[in-house]
């Protein structure tokens, strides 16, 4: 018997992690013995409709950012580009929280996912999976002095000048590597993350504290080889509310070396970690110190299998539940949106 095809649309390359994140996912979910899933990238409606006629899949997931994938969401006054598409379709959350979970609606999509474990399922239409930690396998290091490091884009709250500031208040030796690449998405010409790197030399006024910064954008392979080669790697985001879970620790996990975080909420998953990682409980010498034994059993919690078998569990139930709600006519569809629209207003109302 034929498998059943699952279409995983991801936008074409861009520099951002909502590709890398989507490549990553549709790298391990076509690796399924249950399920046909088939990788596609397009950036147009044109380009996936082309893909969805010669492939026919029985389910589409959309790896959804409305930066990167707009088209999908469309509107012609009551016609939205994904009411044409008349089989269930599922729609990742990026920015996902608890309270976007419980608001999310079937007006584009009719079932969503998001990868945040830390979720309560309240919404019947909202899955959950676990992170993905890639496989990796770190070579031993044999640093002269403590290597501390961290990457990311010169996006807003992501702390790096106070990398260098905790690192002088609490070492006398050491060397700070830090990869801040430019992101397609709000620093693309790289203003942001030339300016963090001139004020990060000019706060680096201690002896003995050494200072390399590149801006290369890496890929997934090269980031775990990057942060492998550090004894510690620390992520001192900023306290921000309503974001997202980040992947920058899925690929600090991933290498197995000591890391430190704040306690900022796109890190929420990893509070219950004991000892604990976060700065705001242990110095950066004692998380160092801590080693990784106690994170080791997320590699094994949120392993590439253990992603893939969240997967087909959740196409196993859009499979077996009732179709009715992926067969509603368009303007069902749009007055489903308006109901759920008043139905959260007059929530709203009794606060």
């Not at 009551?78 to 608890?98: A, F, M, W, Y």
């Not at 002095?145 to 790096?160: D, M, W, Y």
């Not at 997202?244 to 890190?267: H, Q």
Request: aromatic share 10%; with cysteine.
């Amino acid at each position: 018997m034929d498998k059943t095809t699952i279409l995983f649309v991801n936008h074409q390359f861009q520099k951002c992690g909502v590709y890398e994140f989507g490549k990553a996912i549709g790298d391990v979910l076509v690796q399924s013995k249950k399920y046909n899933f088939l990788y596609r990238e397009a950036d147009s409606w044109e380009e996936f409709y082309e893909i969805f006629q010669k492939e026919k899949p029985s389910i589409i997931i959309y790896n959804y950012h409305p930066c990167t994938m707009g088209w999908i969401g469309k509107n012609y006054g009551l016609i939205i580009n994904s009411h044409k598409i008349r089989v269930p379709q599922i729609g990742i959350i990026h920015e996902v929280t608890q309270k976007i979970a419980d608001r999310a609606n079937d007006l584009i999509f009719d079932y969503h996912i998001a990868a945040d474990p830390t979720l309560l399922l309240k919404n019947p239409i909202v899955y959950k999976t676990g992170r993905l930690i890639p496989r990796f396998q770190s070579e031993p290091l044999n640093n002269q002095k403590i290597n501390v490091g961290s990457f990311g884009f010169a996006t807003e709250g992501k702390g790096f000048t106070k990398i260098i500031e905790r690192v002088q208040e609490e070492l006398d030796s050491a060397i700070i590597n830090l990869n801040i690449s430019f992101a397609k998405y709000g620093d693309e010409r790289g203003d942001n993350a030339r300016m963090i790197a001139e004020t990060s030399h000019k706060i680096l006024t201690k002896d003995g504290i050494e200072l390399s910064i590149s801006h290369k954008h890496l890929t997934t392979e090269e980031i775990l080889k990057f942060l492998s080669k550090n004894d510690l790697n620390v992520f001192l985001y900023e306290y921000q509310d309503d974001r997202g879970i980040s992947s920058a620790t899925d690929w600090a996990i991933s290498v197995k070396r000591p890391f430190a975080i704040t306690k900022s909420s796109m890190f929420r998953h990893l509070f219950d970690c004991y000892p604990s990682i976060c700065i705001e409980d242990n110095s950066l010498k004692t998380i160092l110190g801590n080693g990784v034994k106690h994170l080791e059993r997320l590699c094994e919690k949120w392993s590439p299998e253990n992603l893939l078998s969240d997967y087909e569990r959740i196409i196993e139930d859009i499979i077996n539940k009732n179709q009715s709600r992926c067969l509603k006519s368009p303007i069902e569809k749009r007055l489903s949106f308006f109901l759920h629209k008043m139905h959260i207003k007059r929530i709203n109302s009794q606060f």
